[in-house]
């Protein structure tokens, strides 16, 4: 059964830091990866997809790196702004089936 | 990136009715749609599969007679809690895979259910 882990849980830093979220999963026999910002009380807006045989990906000021031996991947923000402020989540997908972690909560401060 | 649109985004019932929940896809066609149940501060926890034309898959667990799950074309997927307990109080969002490779996720808006 495949898990998700995602570090930090919570994550606060002022306007215009860059910063790194981590992802790791127990299960490297995926489809793709997909990382997800979550507004409170709303849906998931998919970022990123990274297919199993990729690297990364980047969207704007987004990076997100996958090594699937090692069942890790990251989620870059480059010069973050208080409209990121959501909760993330990564999500390998597995027989098409995604399985989430809990998220980590991004704060950006003003 | 494609659209999926929830119907409603909020609903409140009595104990003991049902509620329906539909999802669409808008600009593309999907032969299955994903429903998840989300608790506060925990994961997504995928409910079940639904497949046009057939019967939905189950996750362990999940009870598919109070769950009740149509899809019965290519766009619309429908969740209908049935005699909801306020335990069913919950956050639902369902999803579709599409994309180049068809296998990239598009979720909804979700649906805040709340059960008095």
Redesign the interface.
Known sequence: KQE?TQIPAALSVPEGENLVLNCSFTDSAI??L?W?RQDP??????LL?I?SSQREQTSGRLNASLDKSSGRSTLYIAASQPGDSATY?C?P?GS???T????TKLSVIP | ?AV?S?HPSRVICKSGTSVKIECRSLDFQAT?M?WYRQFP????M?MA?SNEGSKATYEQGVEKDKFLINHASLTLSTLTVTSAHPEDSS?Y?C?A?T?E?G????????T?LTVV
């Open positions: 998700v489809y793709n997909q997800f009380g709303k849906g998931l807006t998919s997809l297919q989540l999500a997908a098409y089936q995604l989430f972690g809990k998220g | 990136g999926v929830q299955t994903f501060k925990k994961s997504l995928l599969t956050f969002i999803s895979l994309g490779t296998t990239e996720a598009f979720f909804g808006q979700g805040r």
